[in-house]
């Protein structure tokens, strides 16, 4: 039968048999799609190793659920959705746009299996996937030029603003499923002009309203449309593929390699080289990262594969609070470097330079306050927080430390607390408690069932020891038996660590270890996070480790622990979630549910910014003594969440939360309408204690 | 150009509480953390910032015992090129003429441009670089905040003087510096840097090497004798004033204004 | 006891450093039977000036005139005194800058002994003299004893050595000895003098100062001090660290790297009272301090004290100023 328009596959173009170009095209195409994709991996062959292949069956839940399942985007719910229906269109679109590549040599070409009744399903999901393609290209396209959300701004230090690419590939995919729809409602109305059977197009569809809109038109023109569209969509579809490598929408091809490389723990950081062993550490030339190819393939993947939405840097802490971190330009200035020295074309750029000083400064890296807030954000499943402890190794191997980390630093190391006190002051605090809660120190053979790891700042500080204090006494009341190391404590060395100070880490981690061995007990309890995380994710080999938060819920189920009705019934109490038990540790629940085992305790959230979407106080450990540029402090910017929930009483569960707000409370000028109080005191003083 | 540097070991005074020791002959040792003084550190990292402008290379040197080479040790991990310790049991209570005089006759075995110390120790005298510089019979500037390289024969210098002012002086090679704090940043030495030159030899010179008279160093030669430490009786010192914080602040007022402070 | 005893003067702009006055008292409680010689060197009509005004504290001065000496060059000053002394001289410097720069250089030439930054005397034996110094920043003092039977330079800290007002002027000889004065070409030359930034404030001009130091914790807190010393009708000052932390401008800064001041009465804030700091502050200002440690050497020093928590206690002053205003 006669078709109703010349097909692409039999017409001819200037003379030239169509077929011809339209096999060059996708061969041009595809093989400079192939070339291109050849250069973007030279410098993942030269990067790091990296441990991605285990655990697969986890990453093929990962694949499901964050890529296929696009797990992260509704935490934005406009742009999520849309993005939704943009990625579901263009997985539905795909098997088209095959089809339509070989329609331009094969005549009438049907992929296999898409003949028959499944064919017919198929059109019709095409006929709506285009359409609202179309649709969320449009809401995207107004959103970008007109309402321009904050978090897609590029601050002037990062150069130019990049609405063009965003408006570009929009233009793009417009251009696709409008050519796509013209070249078949051209067949369709040419179909129904000569009377033969019209291949059926969904209602209220794009190629349903250019069906219409060209029912009135000459044969010749229909002509001219299907000819036209098809070199149209041809063209621009594989100069798409070859954009896509060129920018942020490369994720298009390999978001889905780098969710499937996903890290699959959070909490813990990577070892200073896969392969390397602990005990050879000090075999290495140079740790850490201090050129562009000391990266590991999955980070150089992960700079590749930025989307440039800036969901981590409207979330980041430090970005909030006008440090110079943006995590979005760690990603997209990692990008374009990879992108200038291993170019798609010309030769690869000379040798490397150290990053720091080039494309990132000392301080953006030194501003991190390993929160993970950007981590939780990425639809993409980027990294961060390793390649900050990365460039702080290779900043600490070349001596580039800042001042205020350099005594703090000295001072773990000869003293294992970074104030420098004496090893033999650590358990002081336990004096005022002499009489009623005795403190037993687990040495000198002496042991206890349960070793309460105090950590540094609860040692030491003077308004932190009043957390020891109360814990020591939650932990009497329940009638634990428990003890602590005392002077054989050393730091935990959690912030050593992410601050680059693997070396030392290694040897408070293998004091305490010792310590921790040596005193015989068989689990252990922390009420500071940090050191929480430490033993739980940096050390290994120890007894099980819990948050006294764990322990208090457990006691107050089992009757061990009884609490007074809250002494303040006029109060509005409102928990902050510590970066260290929340995100990184997902321990949301636990320290809620302590808090509401005070009867009568009236209690918010900070809705919107609670759970794992919490705000950082500032940062612990070494961070107190980092002296940051900022505009303001986190501290501040948290509190100011608080008031704004209604709450008069912010609970905290770590030291260095209960610092910087404490703090915070001052400099926002709330002192008197706003206090903040450690979980553990708010459970002591409500305690019921039999005489 | 070839630089030395002088360093010290000395204990940790930041957190540390010194105390003296029963019948008053030393401080109490037992708990105190030792590190390098922080205006040797200073001085190393100045030497290692010249050296990387103009060539040459950077040798550290030290008067102790076996412990101070630690402090050499450390110093090289920074990025000095070489470290010699001086270590004697005749060296022993020298005072600083005996030190100063150690440390010429090992400048005398070497062939320095530059010398640079600490401007102050532990026991803040101040007094090492001023001796050495007129031993060797050449040139000194104290307090030193800032240093220029002329050429190969002279440096400009600025020294800190009163009033947070700056006295620039030109002063040819080879001299001798001391080192005022603050004069730049000294870089990070982790334990990394420290295990990478665990291994480095650092040669250990005594009197014998030296070729010095006896009389010359330790107790046998001082002339300068540290008697005892004590905590001095303290004194009347401030009226304290007691109560409650809204008493005192009262209380402070009228005196306050008794004497002209509130306007 | 042989050699001769001298005390080198330090003066500015035609007038005497306080110092001048401080070794004639030490000299005198040495050697009470000696009488020690000025020597003042420079150049011009202030150089007369200086030498008047030291003739009434000691009997006789030695006047070095020379332009090459119009700048104190420590290195050309040290030339000066090796050629003009007498042997074993036994010579009081005061322990300053310049002090530093001349004395160890100065005793090795001289072939005697050098005693640095001396607090207090404990007596001379024959030919030992007893002396008392500090180490450790100050945290532990200690007796120390020293040979001056070849002579000696000894340097004494600026303001330990208090001056008694009603002291019998000396109505001393100024002897020209410039005559003497040798070839003073030297390896180390004098360029200038670069000022310190002049800040926004003159501290060294107001009579009442609000000064923080390491208890103020942390640059936010400032404002506290701000708060007082507006209430107070005074001015904010600091010591050291709180301008190394780059919290307040150096112009700020009290004590001997920084500024001198002569306040009518001075606050101290959070601060030690180490003797860097206490020796910008001259005059015998009123100095009330607030300190959270008991045993601050600052309540040695001061006239009234305050053991509590700055950061609590002066909100509460200042609240109590404003009410009783």
Same mark, same amino acid.
């Given at each position: 039968m006669e078709p109703a328009l010349i097909s692409p596959a039999s017409a001819t173009i200037f003379g030239i048999p169509a077929n011809i170009i339209y096999i060059l095209i996708p061969l041009i195409g595809i093989g400079t799609f192939a070339y291109i994709i050849f250069r973007r991996l030279t410098p993942l062959l030269k990067a790091a190793p990296d441990d991605r292949f285990n655990r697969i069956p986890e990453r093929i839940r990962s694949v499901l659920k964050i890529w296929l399942g696009q797990w992260r985007h509704p935490r934005y719910m406009l742009p999520g959705v849309v993005h939704i229906f943009l990625f579901a269109g263009f997985l539905i679109v795909g098997a088209r746009s095959t089809q339509l590549m070989f329609i331009g040599f094969v005549d009438g070409f049907q992929l296999?299996?898409?003949?028959g009744s499944f064919g017919a399903f198929y059109n019709v999901l095409k006929d709506y996937a285009t359409t609202w393609i179309l649709i969320a290209v449009a809401i995207a396209a107004v959103r970008r030029a007109i309402f321009k959300p904050a978090r897609y701004a590029v601050p002037p230090q990062y150069g130019k603003d990049h609405t063009w690419e965003a408006l570009l590939v929009l233009g793009l995919i417009a251009a696709l499923v409008i050519s796509e729809s013209l070249f078949e409602a051209s067949l369709v109305a040419a179909q129904t002009h000569k009377g033969l059977h019209a291949e059926y197009t969904a209602p209220v569809t794009l190629v349903w309203f250019f069906k219409h809109l060209l029912s009135g038109s000459s044969l010749a023109a229909l002509q001219g449309v299907h000819s036209v569209s098809y070199f149209i969509h041809e063209i621009t579809f594989f100069f798409f593929l070859c954009f896509l490598p060129m920018g942020k929408h490369f994720h298009v091809i390999i978001s889905i390699f780098n969710v499937f490389f996903m890290r699959l723990d959070r909490g813990n950081v990577k070892p200073v080289r896969y392969g390397i062993d602990d005990d050879k550490l000090d075999d290495l030339e140079s740790f850490g990262v201090k050129v562009f190819e000391d990266f590991t393939w999955k980070h150089m993947l992960d700079f590749y594969t930025c989307v440039d939405c800036g969901r981590c840097s409207d979330h980041c802490p430090a970005n909030a609070a006008g440090r110079p971190l943006s995590p979005r330009f760690i990603s997209i200035k990692g990008r374009d470097y990879a992108f200038k020295h291993y170019p798609w074309i010309g030769s690869n750029g000379g040798p490397s330079k150290p990053l720091i000083g080039d494309i990132y400064s000392e301080d953006e890296i030194w501003s991190c306050t390993t929160c993970g807030a950007c981590e939780q954000e990425c639809p993409v499943t980027i990294e961060y927080i390793d390649k900050m402890v990365d460039l702080r190794r290779g900043m600490v191997d070349e001596g580039l430390v800042p001042q205020s980390l350099q005594k703090p630093l000295s001072a773990l190391e000869k003293r294992g607390n970074p104030w420098g006190k004496?090893? !033999? !002051?650590?358990?002081?605090?336990t004096k005022d408690l002499a009489e009623e809660t005795p403190v037993k120190i687990l040495e000198k053979g002496k042991t206890a069932a349960t070793l309460y790891f105090v950590d540094s700042i609860s040692s030491f500080d003077d308004r932190m020891q009043a957390i020891a204090r109360a814990t020591a006494r939650i932990l009497n009341a329940a009638g634990i038996d428990f003890g602590i190391l005392g002077k054989a404590e050393k730091d935990s060395g959690h912030e050593v660590r992410r601050f680059g100070e693997e070396m030392l880490f290694q040897d408070l981690k293998d004091q305490n270890t010792d310590a921790i061995l040596n005193s015989g007990v068989e689990n252990i309890v922390t009420a500071d996070p940090h050191a929480y995380n430490a033993l739980n994710k940096d050390y290994s080999g120890l007894p099980p480790v819990e948050h006294i938060s764990q322990t208090i819920v457990r006691n107050v189920k089992a009757g061990k622990i009884r609490l007074k009705p809250v002494a303040d019934t006029g109060k509005t109490y409102v928990y902050h979630d510590p970066c260290y038990l929340g995100r990184h540790n997902s321990l949301y629940d636990d320290p809620r549910a302590a808090v509401d085992t005070i009867p009568g305790l009236n209690r918010v959230e900070m809705a919107g910014n609670c759970r794992d979407r919490s705000f950082c106080c500032g940062g612990g450990g070494l961070m107190l003594f980092y002296e940051p540029e900022e505009e303001q402090r986190m501290g501040v910017i948290r509190v100011e969440m608080a008031k704004k929930a209604g709450a008069d009483v912010i609970v905290t569960a770590c030291p260095f939360c209960l610092v910087n707000i404490e703090d915070a409370i001052k400099v926002a000028g709330l002192e008197g309408e706003m206090e903040a109080i450690d979980l553990c005191e708010l459970i002591e003083q409500h305690l019921i204690i039999e005489d | 150009m070839e630089i030395l540097v002088c360093v010290k070991r000395v204990p940790d005074t930041a957190e540390n509480e010194i105390e003296v020791a029963g019948d008053g002959s030393d401080i109490e040792r037992d708990d105190l953390v030792y590190s390098v003084n922080e205006w040797d550190n200073y001085a190393v990292e100045e030497a290692i910032q010249i050296v990387d402008k103009v060539g040459g290379s950077v040798t550290v040197i030290s008067v102790g015992d076996e412990e101070a080479e630690e402090v050499v040790r450390r110093e090289m991990a920074m990025g000095a090129n070489h470290g010699i310790l001086l270590s004697d049991d005749a060296f022993e209570g020298s005072d600083g003429k005996g030190i100063a005089t150690l440390l010429k006759a090992a400048v005398d075995k070497g062939n320095y441009d530059l010398i640079l110390t600490g401007a102050l120790a532990d026991d803040g005298a101040g007094q090492i670089g001023g001796m050495l510089a007129a031993m060797l019979d050449v040139p000194y500037a104290s307090v030193v905040n800032s240093i220029e390289t002329l050429d190969d024969k002279k440096l400009k210098v600025g020294r800190e003087i009163e009033g947070g002012n700056q006295e620039m002086s030109e002063i040819d090679l080879p001299c001798v510096l001391s080192i005022q704090t603050g004069i730049n940043e000294p870089r990070y030495v982790g334990i990394r840097g420290i295990r990478k030159v665990a291994s480095v030899e650092i040669p250990v010179w005594g009197a014998a090497d030296l070729g010095l008279a006896a009389d010359s160093m330790g107790a046998a030669g001082a002339r300068v004798k540290r008697l005892d430490y004590f905590l001095p009786e303290l004194g009347e010192g401030a009226e304290i004033l007691e109560g409650s914080m809204e008493e005192v602040a009262e209380k402070l007022i009228d005196l306050l204004k008794a004497k002209g402070g509130i306007k | 006891m042989t050699g001769q005893v001298f005390a080198y003067i330090r003066h500015k702009e035609g007038k005497a450093d306080d110092s001048a006055q401080e070794l004639a008292v030490a000299a005198g409680k040495i050697f009470p039977d000696a009488s020690p010689t000025a020597i003042v060197s420079g150049a011009g009509s202030d150089l007369d000036a200086v030498c008047s005004e030291v003739a009434a504290a000691y009997k006789e001065v030695w006047k070095f005139d020379n332009e090459a000496l119009a700048y104190p060059n420590a290195e050309a000053i040290r030339k000066l005194l090796v050629n003009v002394l007498p042997q074993d001289a036994v010579v009081l410097v005061a322990h300053d800058t310049f002090g530093m720069d001349l004395s160890p250089g100065l005793s090795i030439k001289l072939d005697s002994v050098f005693i640095s930054d001396v607090v207090a005397f404990d007596g001379l034996e024959g030919d030992t003299l007893k002396v008392i110094r500090q180490e450790f920043s100050g945290q532990v003092s200690t007796h120390s004893s020293c040979d001056i039977s070849a002579g000696a330079v000894i340097n004494i800290r600026p303001g330990v050595f208090q001056v008694e007002e009603s002291g019998a002027a000396a109505d001393g000889q100024v002897v020209d000895k410039s005559g003497d004065i040798p070839d003073l070409t030297v390896g180390r030359r004098f360029l200038e003098v670069v000022e310190a930034e002049v800040g926004d404030v003159d501290i060294t001009k107001e009579d009442v100062l609000v000064s923080v130091g390491r208890g103020i914790e942390d640059e936010d807190n400032i404002e506290i001090a701000d708060e007082l010393a507006e209430a107070m009708g005074a001015v904010v000052s600091c010591s050291r660290p709180i301008v190394d932390a780059k919290w307040?401008?150096?112009?700020?800064q009290v004590g001997t790297s920084g500024q001198t001041v002569k306040p009518k009465v001075y606050l101290a804030l959070g601060i030690s009272g180490s003797f860097q700091h206490l020796g910008g502050l001259k005059g015998n200002p009123y100095i009330v301090a607030v300190n959270k440690n008991p045993k601050a050497p600052i309540f040695q020093v001061a006239d009234v004290g305050v053991v509590q928590d700055l950061l609590e206690f002066v909100p509460v002053l200042t609240e109590k100023i404003q009410e009783s205003k």
């Amino acid at each position: 039968m006669e078709p109703a328009l010349i097909s692409p596959a039999s017409a001819t173009i200037f003379g030239i048999p169509a077929n011809i170009i339209y096999i060059l095209i996708p061969l041009i195409g595809i093989g400079t799609f192939a070339y291109i994709i050849f250069r973007r991996l030279t410098p993942l062959l030269k990067a790091a190793p990296d441990d991605r292949f285990n655990r697969i069956p986890e990453r093929i839940r990962s694949v499901l659920k964050i890529w296929l399942g696009q797990w992260r985007h509704p935490r934005y719910m406009l742009p999520g959705v849309v993005h939704i229906f943009l990625f579901a269109g263009f997985l539905i679109v795909g098997a088209r746009s095959t089809q339509l590549m070989f329609i331009g040599f094969v005549d009438g070409f049907q992929l296999p299996g898409f003949s028959g009744s499944f064919g017919a399903f198929y059109n019709v999901l095409k006929d709506y996937a285009t359409t609202w393609i179309l649709i969320a290209v449009a809401i995207a396209a107004v959103r970008r030029a007109i309402f321009k959300p904050a978090r897609y701004a590029v601050p002037p230090q990062y150069g130019k603003d990049h609405t063009w690419e965003a408006l570009l590939v929009l233009g793009l995919i417009a251009a696709l499923v409008i050519s796509e729809s013209l070249f078949e409602a051209s067949l369709v109305a040419a179909q129904t002009h000569k009377g033969l059977h019209a291949e059926y197009t969904a209602p209220v569809t794009l190629v349903w309203f250019f069906k219409h809109l060209l029912s009135g038109s000459s044969l010749a023109a229909l002509q001219g449309v299907h000819s036209v569209s098809y070199f149209i969509h041809e063209i621009t579809f594989f100069f798409f593929l070859c954009f896509l490598p060129m920018g942020k929408h490369f994720h298009v091809i390999i978001s889905i390699f780098n969710v499937f490389f996903m890290r699959l723990d959070r909490g813990n950081v990577k070892p200073v080289r896969y392969g390397i062993d602990d005990d050879k550490l000090d075999d290495l030339e140079s740790f850490g990262v201090k050129v562009f190819e000391d990266f590991t393939w999955k980070h150089m993947l992960d700079f590749y594969t930025c989307v440039d939405c800036g969901r981590c840097s409207d979330h980041c802490p430090a970005n909030a609070a006008g440090r110079p971190l943006s995590p979005r330009f760690i990603s997209i200035k990692g990008r374009d470097y990879a992108f200038k020295h291993y170019p798609w074309i010309g030769s690869n750029g000379g040798p490397s330079k150290p990053l720091i000083g080039d494309i990132y400064s000392e301080d953006e890296i030194w501003s991190c306050t390993t929160c993970g807030a950007c981590e939780q954000e990425c639809p993409v499943t980027i990294e961060y927080i390793d390649k900050m402890v990365d460039l702080r190794r290779g900043m600490v191997d070349e001596g580039l430390v800042p001042q205020s980390l350099q005594k703090p630093l000295s001072a773990l190391e000869k003293r294992g607390n970074p104030w420098g006190k004496m090893e !033999k !002051k650590r358990a002081d605090w336990t004096k005022d408690l002499a009489e009623e809660t005795p403190v037993k120190i687990l040495e000198k053979g002496k042991t206890a069932a349960t070793l309460y790891f105090v950590d540094s700042i609860s040692s030491f500080d003077d308004r932190m020891q009043a957390i020891a204090r109360a814990t020591a006494r939650i932990l009497n009341a329940a009638g634990i038996d428990f003890g602590i190391l005392g002077k054989a404590e050393k730091d935990s060395g959690h912030e050593v660590r992410r601050f680059g100070e693997e070396m030392l880490f290694q040897d408070l981690k293998d004091q305490n270890t010792d310590a921790i061995l040596n005193s015989g007990v068989e689990n252990i309890v922390t009420a500071d996070p940090h050191a929480y995380n430490a033993l739980n994710k940096d050390y290994s080999g120890l007894p099980p480790v819990e948050h006294i938060s764990q322990t208090i819920v457990r006691n107050v189920k089992a009757g061990k622990i009884r609490l007074k009705p809250v002494a303040d019934t006029g109060k509005t109490y409102v928990y902050h979630d510590p970066c260290y038990l929340g995100r990184h540790n997902s321990l949301y629940d636990d320290p809620r549910a302590a808090v509401d085992t005070i009867p009568g305790l009236n209690r918010v959230e900070m809705a919107g910014n609670c759970r794992d979407r919490s705000f950082c106080c500032g940062g612990g450990g070494l961070m107190l003594f980092y002296e940051p540029e900022e505009e303001q402090r986190m501290g501040v910017i948290r509190v100011e969440m608080a008031k704004k929930a209604g709450a008069d009483v912010i609970v905290t569960a770590c030291p260095f939360c209960l610092v910087n707000i404490e703090d915070a409370i001052k400099v926002a000028g709330l002192e008197g309408e706003m206090e903040a109080i450690d979980l553990c005191e708010l459970i002591e003083q409500h305690l019921i204690i039999e005489d | 150009m070839e630089i030395l540097v002088c360093v010290k070991r000395v204990p940790d005074t930041a957190e540390n509480e010194i105390e003296v020791a029963g019948d008053g002959s030393d401080i109490e040792r037992d708990d105190l953390v030792y590190s390098v003084n922080e205006w040797d550190n200073y001085a190393v990292e100045e030497a290692i910032q010249i050296v990387d402008k103009v060539g040459g290379s950077v040798t550290v040197i030290s008067v102790g015992d076996e412990e101070a080479e630690e402090v050499v040790r450390r110093e090289m991990a920074m990025g000095a090129n070489h470290g010699i310790l001086l270590s004697d049991d005749a060296f022993e209570g020298s005072d600083g003429k005996g030190i100063a005089t150690l440390l010429k006759a090992a400048v005398d075995k070497g062939n320095y441009d530059l010398i640079l110390t600490g401007a102050l120790a532990d026991d803040g005298a101040g007094q090492i670089g001023g001796m050495l510089a007129a031993m060797l019979d050449v040139p000194y500037a104290s307090v030193v905040n800032s240093i220029e390289t002329l050429d190969d024969k002279k440096l400009k210098v600025g020294r800190e003087i009163e009033g947070g002012n700056q006295e620039m002086s030109e002063i040819d090679l080879p001299c001798v510096l001391s080192i005022q704090t603050g004069i730049n940043e000294p870089r990070y030495v982790g334990i990394r840097g420290i295990r990478k030159v665990a291994s480095v030899e650092i040669p250990v010179w005594g009197a014998a090497d030296l070729g010095l008279a006896a009389d010359s160093m330790g107790a046998a030669g001082a002339r300068v004798k540290r008697l005892d430490y004590f905590l001095p009786e303290l004194g009347e010192g401030a009226e304290i004033l007691e109560g409650s914080m809204e008493e005192v602040a009262e209380k402070l007022i009228d005196l306050l204004k008794a004497k002209g402070g509130i306007k | 006891m042989t050699g001769q005893v001298f005390a080198y003067i330090r003066h500015k702009e035609g007038k005497a450093d306080d110092s001048a006055q401080e070794l004639a008292v030490a000299a005198g409680k040495i050697f009470p039977d000696a009488s020690p010689t000025a020597i003042v060197s420079g150049a011009g009509s202030d150089l007369d000036a200086v030498c008047s005004e030291v003739a009434a504290a000691y009997k006789e001065v030695w006047k070095f005139d020379n332009e090459a000496l119009a700048y104190p060059n420590a290195e050309a000053i040290r030339k000066l005194l090796v050629n003009v002394l007498p042997q074993d001289a036994v010579v009081l410097v005061a322990h300053d800058t310049f002090g530093m720069d001349l004395s160890p250089g100065l005793s090795i030439k001289l072939d005697s002994v050098f005693i640095s930054d001396v607090v207090a005397f404990d007596g001379l034996e024959g030919d030992t003299l007893k002396v008392i110094r500090q180490e450790f920043s100050g945290q532990v003092s200690t007796h120390s004893s020293c040979d001056i039977s070849a002579g000696a330079v000894i340097n004494i800290r600026p303001g330990v050595f208090q001056v008694e007002e009603s002291g019998a002027a000396a109505d001393g000889q100024v002897v020209d000895k410039s005559g003497d004065i040798p070839d003073l070409t030297v390896g180390r030359r004098f360029l200038e003098v670069v000022e310190a930034e002049v800040g926004d404030v003159d501290i060294t001009k107001e009579d009442v100062l609000v000064s923080v130091g390491r208890g103020i914790e942390d640059e936010d807190n400032i404002e506290i001090a701000d708060e007082l010393a507006e209430a107070m009708g005074a001015v904010v000052s600091c010591s050291r660290p709180i301008v190394d932390a780059k919290w307040l401008e150096k112009s700020r800064q009290v004590g001997t790297s920084g500024q001198t001041v002569k306040p009518k009465v001075y606050l101290a804030l959070g601060i030690s009272g180490s003797f860097q700091h206490l020796g910008g502050l001259k005059g015998n200002p009123y100095i009330v301090a607030v300190n959270k440690n008991p045993k601050a050497p600052i309540f040695q020093v001061a006239d009234v004290g305050v053991v509590q928590d700055l950061l609590e206690f002066v909100p509460v002053l200042t609240e109590k100023i404003q009410e009783s205003k």
